[in-house]
């Protein structure tokens, strides 16, 4: 597990700053990420309320949990988690080297018989974010970044 950035870099108004949170892709540490952003959303010059800050928590959540549950066979592999902070917005990226999928395929997808069971988690990112990016990635793995904008 790898973590950084300072705290003290994140008081610092008016530049994006980032810190970025490698984990193994066991969902027993997905806690961690989750503890991060709290830590982060405290550091951070812009005052992020308790709504918005749950939204990004569970954004945040199901986004790990899709990359945990379906990216690696077995138990190999990470979990890329980028926090990147901007005055006005929070932008998180969850990334993996996983098998990965095709983002088409969500696509029309919004039939109760698609959206079983486990399946819903995009879907709840897409409505409390604002603005969601899902994209497979060149060396292989997918790509979840979303978008939560504090004004």
Do not use: W
Not at 39 to 59: F, H, S, T, Y
Not at 76 to 90: K, M, P, Q, S
């Amino acid at each position: 597990m790898a973590v950084s950035a300072g705290r003290e870099a994140l008081r610092q108004g008016g530049r994006t700053h980032t810190v970025r949170l490698t984990i193994p892709a066991k969902p027993e540490f997905i806690t961690l990420g989750r503890l991060a952003l709290t830590g982060i959303a405290r550091a951070m010059p812009a005052v992020i309320d308790a709504e918005a800050l749950g939204d990004l928590k569970l954004a945040l959540t199901e986004a790990c949990t899709n990359s945990v549950r379906h990216a690696y066979v077995g138990d190999a592999g990470v979990v890329d988690i980028l926090y990147e902070l901007h005055d006005d917005r929070i932008v998180v990226e969850v990334a993996d080297e996983g098998d990965g999928f095709d983002p088409a395929t969500l696509a029309g997808h919004d039939e109760p018989d698609v959206l079983s069971e486990g399946g819903l988690g995009i879907a709840i990112i897409d409505a409390l974010a604002d603005e969601l990016e899902i994209r497979e990635r060149a060396h292989g793995g997918s790509s979840l970044r979303f978008v939560k904008l504090l004004s």
